[in-house]
């Protein structure tokens, strides 16, 4: 399954892009495994998915947790938690 992944801010800024398309194995079922999956990818993703628990998701431009279920996702968005002024 294709993905578009998204990054932003600083994740973006670790793993060296703001997108890409990745292809993970068919042992990628949730977005946390995503993650594992991605941060054996390069040194940068490996930084930029240190701490999982630093990071929120996005599945097809909805919210969700890192244990959300990817189904058919076309799009994934990792970013740092959002904060407002």
């Given amino acids: 399954?294709?993905?578009?992944?998204l990054?932003?801010?600083w994740v973006?800024?670790?793993?060296g892009t703001g997108e890409e398309q990745v292809d993970p194995p068919e042992a990628v079922r949730n977005?946390?495994?995503?993650?594992d999956w991605l941060s054996q990818q390069s040194?940068?993703?490996?930084?930029?998915f240190a701490e999982p628990a630093r990071l929120r998701a996005a599945i097809d431009?909805?919210?969700?947790?890192?244990?959300?279920l990817l189904?058919?996702?076309r799009e994934v968005a990792i970013?740092?938690?959002?904060?407002?002024g």
């Fill in 12 to 15: 973006r800024e670790a793993v």
């Fill in 43 to 48: 040194d940068g993703h490996a930084a930029a």
């Fill in 71 to 73: 189904g058919n996702a």
């Fill in 79 to 84: 970013f740092p938690p959002v904060t407002g």
């Fill in 7 to 9: 990054y932003f801010a």
């Fill in 1 to 5: 399954m294709a993905i578009s992944m």
């Fill in 31 to 35: 977005v946390a495994d995503l993650i």
């Fill in 61 to 68: 431009q909805r919210f969700v947790p890192l244990d959300a």
